[in-house]
């Protein structure tokens, strides 16, 4: 953008940013950061996403530069420190076939709600901050006086799950809903889950199924991870011996009212006694839950966290085999790479 045009563009009161053929903030106008509640400089160099992390903006952003054609974006969710609730009209004109002008209308404000599910779980983050500053602390201590290197393995386990849902609770109580996103390995991830799961007082036998070939997707790491945990636990608490953590590409996938080419999956798979049929059409609802001890709000949470990262939760179940589903967006430039654009 040339300098005379970019001073004219830093006068408007429509939201403009432009992105490069990687789809990051090259540069965004005021107007744009003061509807998004960013700071000028931290925009720059993010990905897209973390401007508009709806996922159609970015696939249609990435075909943009591909087919060099202008795009409109009706309806896309904001997300940001003054644009909660709220939804802009988003249009992507090429300049170029390396950037793009992004071009953000904000639509009349729809009046705030909070979901039932969201005060649950903002009261629930106050409840559990001080037992698990009580737990670090003791973490800490047993880390200091083992002298076994693999119980102090365990106490640092112990010291950093109990941060991750300290940050948790505290991005609840403080209203911060936005995902902290990055470039997630998923490989890493089910990893990482295998070390939790190990952990438990009596874990199941672990097998391995993955696709060597996923890429990484932009995503908020600990959420992903809180999901694939729940998922896990329960099937350890429904009565596993055995769990599958498999990963794959899967291409034909609806997810809501979009028809994905191209999608990442991970499955925990499970050889428990299945969903009891009474549950199964209320399964993701909060505070359903089938066992006496249950809460109800696990899998209600990892349906939300798909839903914020443009994915969505499935299972299929029957006695002796259930399958939970975990489908994530392929990244659009990895699809335009192969072919295989998300559509």
């Given at each position: 953008?040339?300098?005379?045009?970019?001073?004219?563009?830093?006068?408007?009161?429509?939201?403009?940013?432009?992105?490069?053929?990687?789809?990051?903030?090259?540069?965004?106008?005021?107007?744009?950061?003061?509807?998004?509640?960013l700071?000028?400089?931290h925009?720059q160099?993010?990905?897209?996403?973390?401007?508009?992390?709806?996922?159609?903006?970015?696939?249609?952003?990435?075909?943009c530069?591909?087919?060099?054609?202008?795009v409109?974006?009706?309806?896309?969710?904001?997300?940001?420190?003054q644009?909660?609730?709220?939804?802009?009209?988003?249009?992507?004109?090429?300049?170029?076939?390396?950037?793009?002008?992004?071009?953000?209308?904000?639509?009349?404000?729809?009046?705030?709600?909070?979901?039932?599910?969201?005060?649950?779980?903002r009261?629930?983050?106050?409840?559990?901050?001080?037992?698990?500053?009580?737990?670090?602390g003791?973490?800490q201590?047993?880390q200091?006086?083992?002298?076994?290197?693999?119980m102090?393995?365990?106490?640092?386990?112990?010291i950093?799950?109990?941060?991750?849902?300290?940050?948790?609770?505290?991005?609840?109580?403080?209203h911060?809903?936005?995902p902290?996103?990055?470039?997630?390995?998923?490989?890493?991830l089910?990893?990482r889950?295998?070390?939790?799961?190990?952990?438990?007082?009596?874990?199941?036998?672990?097998?391995?199924?993955?696709?060597?070939?996923?890429?990484?997707v932009?995503?908020?790491?600990d959420?992903l991870?809180?999901?694939?945990?729940?998922?896990a636990?329960n099937?350890?608490?429904?009565?596993?011996?055995?769990?599958t953590?498999?990963?794959?590409?899967?291409?034909g996938?609806?997810?809501?009212?979009?028809?994905?080419?191209?999608?990442l999956?991970?499955?925990?798979?499970?050889?428990?006694?299945?969903?009891?049929?009474?549950?199964?059409?209320?399964?993701?609802e909060?505070?359903?839950?089938?066992?006496?001890?249950?809460?109800?709000?696990?899998?209600?949470?990892?349906r939300?966290?798909?839903?914020?990262?443009?994915?969505?939760?499935?299972y299929?179940?029957?006695?002796?085999e259930?399958?939970?589903?975990?489908?994530?967006?392929?990244p659009?430039?990895v699809?335009?790479?192969?072919g295989?654009?998300?559509?």
């Amino acid at each position: 953008m040339r300098e005379s045009s970019r001073e004219w563009a830093e006068q408007m009161s429509t939201g403009l940013a432009l992105v490069d053929g990687q789809l990051r903030v090259q540069w965004i106008n005021p107007a744009l950061a003061e509807l998004l509640g960013l700071g000028l400089r931290h925009a720059q160099g993010q990905h897209l996403t973390g401007l508009l992390p709806d996922a159609d903006v970015v696939e249609q952003a990435a075909r943009c530069l591909v087919e060099q054609r202008s795009v409109q974006c009706r309806g896309v969710a904001l997300s940001g420190m003054q644009s909660d609730g709220l939804r802009a009209d988003v249009s992507l004109q090429p300049l170029n076939a390396e950037s793009v002008l992004v071009e953000v209308h904000a639509l009349a404000e729809s009046a705030p709600t909070v979901s039932p599910l969201s005060a649950t779980l903002r009261g629930f983050a106050h409840e559990v901050k001080n037992p698990l500053a009580g737990l670090r602390g003791a973490a800490q201590l047993l880390q200091r006086r083992l002298d076994d290197a693999d119980m102090q393995a365990l106490a640092a386990l112990v010291i950093a799950e109990a941060d991750r849902l300290t940050a948790l609770a505290n991005r609840l109580l403080h209203h911060d809903g936005a995902p902290q996103l990055g470039a997630v390995n998923l490989h890493q991830l089910l990893e990482r889950l295998s070390d939790l799961i190990q952990a438990e007082p009596s874990p199941p036998h672990l097998r391995h199924d993955y696709d060597p070939s996923l890429p990484d997707v932009h995503g908020d790491a600990d959420r992903l991870l809180q999901v694939m945990l729940n998922l896990a636990r329960n099937a350890i608490e429904a009565g596993a011996r055995t769990l599958t953590l498999r990963s794959r590409v899967e291409h034909g996938v609806r997810v809501g009212d979009r028809m994905l080419r191209s999608a990442l999956r991970l499955d925990v798979l499970d050889d428990g006694p299945g969903v009891p049929p009474v549950l199964r059409d209320t399964l993701f609802e909060p505070l359903v839950s089938g066992r006496a001890d249950g809460t109800g709000l696990g899998l209600a949470i990892s349906r939300e966290i798909a839903h914020e990262h443009g994915g969505e939760l499935r299972y299929v179940s029957r006695p002796g085999e259930t399958v939970f589903s975990l489908y994530l967006p392929l990244p659009p430039r990895v699809s335009a790479a192969s072919g295989k654009n998300d559509g």
